[in-house]
């Protein structure tokens, strides 16, 4: 029998990230995720103003903030936040498993 490899069943799971702000030129949602990159996850601005991105990540804890015209801010519909280095806040994402 072959032992089975950590993470090797996990399966991922959709989140959908939105950000409101219609005046908005540019967002992008930042995280522990894709290790803060500012520019790899943009964000496409739909009919009515709301921003959104599509993402597959796995079960886990994660930390995120939007980048908004390149200014950090957190997302004002998500409570769970913590500190960071710099003094200011993180929002906080967790994704579970799907029930089996």
């Known amino acids: 029998m072959r032992p089975r490899h950590a993470g090797s069943s996990v399966k ?3 989140v959908i990230f939105a950000y409101d ?3 908005a030129r540019e967002v992008t949602v930042s995280g522990d995720f ?3 990159n500012q520019s790899s996850h943009p964000m496409k601005k739909n009919s009515d103003g709301c921003w959104q991105k ?7 804890n ?3 903030k939007f980048v908004v015209d390149g200014q950090w ?3 004002p519909h ?4 913590c500190s960071n280095c710099f003094g200011t806040s ?7 498993a799907k029930n089996t």
Request: aromatic residues 10%.
């Open 34 to 36: 894709n290790a803060w």
């Open 90 to 96: 993180n929002n906080i994402l967790q994704v579970r």
């Open 21 to 23: 702000d219609s005046q």
């Open 54 to 60: 599509i993402m597959m990540l796995p079960p886990g």
């Open 62 to 64: 994660y930390e995120y």
């Open 78 to 81: 998500n409570l769970r936040q």
């Open 73 to 75: 801010r957190i997302d």
């Open 12 to 14: 991922r799971r959709r």
